[in-house]
């Protein structure tokens, strides 16, 4: 059965950074998947913020983290990070990574979109303040 765990989480001040560590377990080796970030504060809805192809690599980022945050894959570790630098108060929430299975690519976007994925952490809190 698929699974995935957060990890990384805390508490930062503002301008520093985290990285956040998305574990996957049980996914075939033959499953094409997109993993996303997405992230949720007190009171407003989920909101997605970057993606990864597990097939090309293509990535995705929304405005809101463009420039600060940088997702990748490390492929002998079978985790989907997320660095994240130049941290702001607005960034505090849950963050939670999922997946879609059976997409190859990302598609614009359409890859923030939670409705998609298939497979969900249970997240990871980030608080940024001073």
């Known amino acids: 059965q698929e699974r ?3 990890s990384g989480g805390g508490l930062v001040q ?9 574990a996957a377990s049980g996914f075939s080796y033959m ?3 997109v993993i ?7 009171g407003k809805e989920r909101e997605g ?23 990748s894959r490390d492929i002998a570790q079978n985790t989907v990070n997320l660095q994240m630098d130049s941290l702001r108060p607005e960034d505090t929430a849950v963050y939670f990574c999922a997946a879609e299975i059976g997409r190859n690519t ?3 976007s359409l890859c923030l979109i ?4 298939d497979v969900w952490g249970r997240g990871t809190q980030v ?4």
């Open 4 to 6: 995935l765990v957060e």
């Open 14 to 22: 503002p301008g520093g950074s985290l990285r956040l560590s998305c």
């Open 31 to 33: 499953d094409n998947y």
């Open 36 to 42: 996303g970030w997405f992230r949720q504060a007190p």
């Open 49 to 71: 913020i970057s993606c990864v192809s597990s097939y090309d690599r293509s990535t995705y980022y929304a405005d809101s983290v463009k420039g600060r945050f940088t997702i």
């Open 106 to 108: 990302v598609h614009g």
């Open 114 to 117: 939670p409705t998609y994925y």
């Open 127 to 130: 608080t940024v303040s001073s």
